[in-house]
């Protein structure tokens, strides 16, 4: 496929944004509005009520985008090009971090097999994804677990494999985590990660922070060199990571320019507001991307044997 020119990109969004944003809005009706009905004695008082980060507007968007399921680019597409790496089947099983909607562990299922563990660390897609697997069937096969990932608690050598699309960012001690994966894997389980990292040790640029600002989880960038320093002081076979930044733009892009030019205009503007606000959030990533504050990387690392210990460490001498 053709690539995306890079200054498309606002471009792109300032259309899309901007054609909403002129059109009048509907007259609203003069009729007075219905008392509101008296509190019950009963009813508890400043009850915190949690924000709702994915509702189904939201939602119907986003599936739209990227698929049935998914809520992140390149939807089931970009899960089967990378499944071939891991050389799954039904006798293997595998640990999904960021299961999200369970599009993910649905098409792995399918094309492979596998069992697949979920983990997601967003309390509401954790609940809705759990919903879609028992409509699936898979919540056996493949169940979903809400865990915010920051004290991972798993079975040692249990999988032969872990995967991760986009989810690892929000996580704050990042080496806890891949301690516990590492530990959680077989002789040769391999891990299969994209996450986004900082370009450098310099504080999140200003663009960055935009970005950060609308994500239902704080993201928790560390910067790229410090994330491959950690995995290569784990016990794992680190390859050459991928910057893979360009190509991943390109997917949000094209998907967006696909995504509305498959609508009708009375159609698309029955959910301006909704495309609109997910258009933003988009916009921001790509900002930080193409003015060089995030950078998209691929990870691809395998579990190397235990290191067998010296007599003295077994001894307990110094």
Same mark, same amino acid.
Not at 27 to 38: D, F, G, H, R
Not at 93 to 105: D, E, K, P
Not at 149 to 163: G, R, Y
Not at 232 to 244: A, E, G, T, W, Y
């Given at each position: 496929m053709a690539s995306v020119a890079k200054g498309k990109s606002k471009g792109l969004i300032g259309k899309i944004t901007g054609s909403f944003r002129k059109k009048k809005a509907k007259p609203v009706s003069k009729k007075a %509005? +219905? !008392? =509101?009905?008296?509190?019950?004695?009963?009813? @508890?008082?400043?009850? +915190?009520?949690? =924000?709702?980060?994915?509702?189904?507007?939201?939602?119907?968007?986003?599936?739209?985008?990227?698929?049935?399921?998914?809520?992140?680019?390149?939807?089931?597409?970009? #899960? @089967?090009?990378?499944? =071939?790496?891991?050389g799954l089947d039904e006798k293997k099983s595998l640990l &999904? &971090?960021?299961?999200? &909607?369970?599009?993910?562990?649905?098409t792995m299922v399918e094309d492979t097999g596998v069992w697949v563990t979920g983990y997601e660390p967003d309390k509401e897609l954790a609940k809705l994804g759990q919903e879609s697997m028992k409509r699936a069937g898979l919540q056996r096969k493949a169940p979903i677990r809400f865990d915010s990932m920051e004290d991972l608690k798993l079975k040692p050598k249990s999988f032969d %494999?872990? /995967?991760?699309?986009?989810? $690892?960012?929000? #996580?704050?001690? !990042?080496k806890a985590l891949f301690s516990a994966v590492v530990e959680s894997l077989r002789l040769d389980g391999e891990m299969l990660f994209i996450s986004y990292v900082l370009p450098n040790t310099n504080p999140p640029s200003e663009k960055t922070q935009i970005w950060s600002k609308h994500q239902s989880l704080k993201p928790q960038l560390w910067p790229a060199e410090a994330m491959l320093g /950690?995995?290569?002081?784990?016990?794992?076979?680190?390859? +050459?990571?991928?910057? $893979?930044?360009?190509?991943?733009?390109?997917?949000?892009?094209?998907?967006?320019?696909?995504?509305?030019?498959? /609508?009708? @205009?009375?159609?698309l503007l029955s959910v301006a507001a909704d495309v609109v606000g997910e258009c933003e959030r988009w916009a921001d990533l790509i900002t930080a991307i193409d003015t060089g504050g995030i950078k998209v990387m691929k990870y691809h690392c395998i579990k190397l044997p235990e290191k067998r210990k010296s007599v003295n460490e077994l001894m307990g001498g110094s």
């Amino acid at each position: 496929m053709a690539s995306v020119a890079k200054g498309k990109s606002k471009g792109l969004i300032g259309k899309i944004t901007g054609s909403f944003r002129k059109k009048k809005a509907k007259p609203v009706s003069k009729k007075a %509005a +219905p !008392k =509101p009905e008296a509190a019950s004695p009963f009813e @508890k008082k400043d009850r +915190p009520v949690e =924000p709702v980060h994915w509702p189904p507007n939201r939602l119907n968007v986003i599936e739209k985008l990227w698929g049935l399921g998914y809520t992140t680019p390149g939807g089931a597409e970009r #899960v @089967k090009l990378l499944l =071939p790496l891991l050389g799954l089947d039904e006798k293997k099983s595998l640990l &999904l &971090l960021g299961a999200g &909607l369970g599009g993910i562990s649905e098409t792995m299922v399918e094309d492979t097999g596998v069992w697949v563990t979920g983990y997601e660390p967003d309390k509401e897609l954790a609940k809705l994804g759990q919903e879609s697997m028992k409509r699936a069937g898979l919540q056996r096969k493949a169940p979903i677990r809400f865990d915010s990932m920051e004290d991972l608690k798993l079975k040692p050598k249990s999988f032969d %494999a872990m /995967m991760s699309f986009d989810a $690892i960012h929000s #996580v704050v001690d !990042k080496k806890a985590l891949f301690s516990a994966v590492v530990e959680s894997l077989r002789l040769d389980g391999e891990m299969l990660f994209i996450s986004y990292v900082l370009p450098n040790t310099n504080p999140p640029s200003e663009k960055t922070q935009i970005w950060s600002k609308h994500q239902s989880l704080k993201p928790q960038l560390w910067p790229a060199e410090a994330m491959l320093g /950690m995995l290569k002081s784990l016990n794992l076979d680190v390859r +050459p990571p991928d910057d $893979i930044s360009h190509e991943y733009r390109n997917v949000v892009l094209r998907a967006w320019t696909q995504f509305l030019s498959g /609508m009708k @205009k009375d159609e698309l503007l029955s959910v301006a507001a909704d495309v609109v606000g997910e258009c933003e959030r988009w916009a921001d990533l790509i900002t930080a991307i193409d003015t060089g504050g995030i950078k998209v990387m691929k990870y691809h690392c395998i579990k190397l044997p235990e290191k067998r210990k010296s007599v003295n460490e077994l001894m307990g001498g110094s």
